[in-house]
């Protein structure tokens, strides 16, 4: 779907995207075969087919970075269309909310197994399967989880787009937290994680360092559920926005 995207042109707005879909061009090759054979007609279009070849160019060399700098936070969602069987699905849990707080634990997803990642035991693995991935999904990841990974792997590339569904679940109309949206969604976690915030997180961590074993398997456990359910939201975010993205 991101072929299908020209948001992400500096100059296009929705009402020009719209325009570019109701004369017939539904997608990068289109526009450019239209290009190539005197159909663009105005200034606007034709000024910005140096853009769409970009585009092309960075897609087929798989610079997902210029994506996820260009298109806006709640348009990011599109590129499930291309690399749903590629997204992984990304929480961390840390010692606390302050600037100076270190990654505990890194929980990864790709739809078919969850990995943990256990500081003072494996984390520094976490960035592997990070950087395998082209696309990231996380729920407030733009504020809280990406930054922080970033500045504890900041020598590493991450190549990827990042949807933080966030944004395009409040452009539906689900605000509040990922446990709040959860429960409006009917989806349920295990006894042991109902109820539970990421502050209980930060208390299990410190059991955990004071000898408690089980207090690390429920916080594994608790951020195992918060990854695996972000698979169904960012399903629910494609199907309800593409529906509601006429022409596309």
């Known amino acids: 779907m991101l072929r299908n995207t020209f948001l992400h042109i500096q100059g ?10 109701g004369k017939g061009l539904h ?21 910005i087919v140096p853009d769409v070849e970009e585009s092309v160019r960075r897609y087929d060399a798989g610079d997902w970075n210029f994506f996820d700098q260009a298109l806006p936070s709640n348009h990011k ?41 256990v500081w003072g035991r494996d984390l520094e693995k976490a960035v592997d399967e990070i950087e395998g ?7 407030n ?21 990042h949807v933080d569904l966030r944004f ?20 349920e ?10 502050w209980d997180a930060v208390r299990l961590w410190h059991e955990y360092q004071h000898g408690s074993q089980e207090s690390l398997d429920v916080l594994l456990e608790y951020n195992r559920e918060d990854i ?7 399903r629910f975010v494609f199907e309800q926005m593409t529906s509601k993205t006429a022409g596309m």
């Open 228 to 234: 695996v359910n972000l698979e169904p939201l960012m």
């Open 168 to 187: 395009p679940l409040r452009a539906l109309g689900y605000s509040g937290g990922l446990k709040k949206i959860e429960q409006v969604m009917g989806i």
């Open 141 to 161: 990841g733009m504020l809280f989880d990406m930054p922080i990974i970033r500045e504890r792997f900041r020598y590493n590339l991450f190549n990827h787009i």
């Open 27 to 47: 997608n990068w090759a289109e526009f450019l075969s239209a290009h190539a054979s005197g159909q663009l007609a105005g200034r606007t279009l034709a000024g």
């Open 12 to 21: 296009v707005g929705a009402s020009t995207e719209r325009k570019i879909w």
């Open 133 to 139: 991935y082209p696309l990231i999904v996380t729920f």
């Open 189 to 198: 976690r295990t006894a042991r994680t109902t109820g539970m915030s990421g």
């Open 77 to 117: 969602w599109r590129a499930f269309g291309d690399f749903s069987g590629r997204a992984l699905y990304v929480d961390i849990e840390t010692t606390g909310y302050g600037g100076d707080d270190q990654i505990t634990v890194i929980g990864v997803y790709n739809g078919r197994e969850t990995k943990s990642f």
